[in-house]
T-cell receptor
Framework: AQSVAQPEDQVNVAEGNPLTVKCTYSVSGNPYLFWYVQYPNRGLQFLLKYITGDNLVKGSYGFEAEFNKSQTSFHLKKPSALVSDSALYFC????????????FGPGTRLSVLP | DAGITQSPRYKITETGRQVTLMCHQTWSHSYMFWYRQDLGHGLRLIYYSAAADITDKGEVPDGYVVSRSKTENFPLTLESATRSQTSVYFCASVAGGAYNEQFFGPGTRLTVL
């Protein structure tokens, strides 16, 4: 069965500092991994994805994520956080063996403090 | 406008009433999904559809009914609403191909009194 863990409910970081939001996954086959962001009273917005190839994936708004197969992780990173990055972040996985279903992590609330 | 829309955005109803939440997408995506979002549970899949007239249960389907007579529409019906169905409901769609990302609607906040 597929599963996604986001071990931190909340991450606080000062503006200008680097940020990391952690994600680990479990799938039986090859994973397709995604990060989404949710701002208050909005739907989820796609940030980036890993399908294959380079382990470092770059996405929207300066975010990037590193795929680590041995650690089954896909951590979201940004070199310099902005107050406007404060939101709820979701990691999701799709196992190609399970068709089109996505499995989402519980979400991590990021607060960037000025 | 292109995209995925949901209606209504907010709904208050009473226990036992039937409620239908609408979802419409303009991309002709083959796959559509309904999720509910609750504190402490993240997003949970209710139902999904691979194409018109093809639907399947997700993680939490009890108390919900879906239909998909047209590719662009995927309504979700609560046949007899219960307080435990108070939640925020999101519709999503994705083009075919396992590597494609989902696109989400703005959500419907449903309160069952």
């Amino acid at each position: 069965a597929q599963s996604v863990a986001q071990p931190e409910d909340q991450v606080n970081v000062a503006e200008g500092n680097p940020l990391t939001v952690k994600c680990t996954y479990s799938v039986s086959g090859n994973p397709y991994l995604f990060w989404y962001v949710q701002y208050p009273n909005r739907g989820l917005q796609f940030l980036l994805k890993y399908i294959t190839g380079d382990n470092l994936v770059k996405g929207s708004y300066g975010f990037e994520a590193e795929f680590n197969k041995s650690q089954t992780s896909f951590h979201l990173k940004k070199p310099s956080a902005l107050v406007s990055d404060s939101a709820l972040y979701f990691c999701a996985v799709r196992d190609v063996n399970y068709g089109q279903n996505f499995v989402f992590g519980p979400g991590t609330r990021l607060s960037v403090l000025p | 406008d292109a995209g995925i829309t949901q209606s209504p955005r907010y709904k208050i109803t009473e226990t036992g009433r039937q409620v239908t939440l609408m979802c419409h997408q303009t991309w002709s995506h083959s796959y559509m999904f309904w999720y509910r979002q609750d504190l402490g549970h993240g997003l949970r899949l209710i139902y999904y559809s691979a194409a018109a007239d093809i639907t399947d249960k997700g993680e939490v389907p009890d108390g919900y009914v879906v239909s998909r007579s047209k590719t662009e529409n995927f309504p979700l019906t609560l046949e007899s609403a219960t307080r435990s169905q108070t939640s925020v409901y999101f519709c999503a769609s994705v083009a075919g191909g396992a590597y494609n990302e989902q696109f989400f609607g703005p959500g419907t906040r449903l309160t069952v009194l």
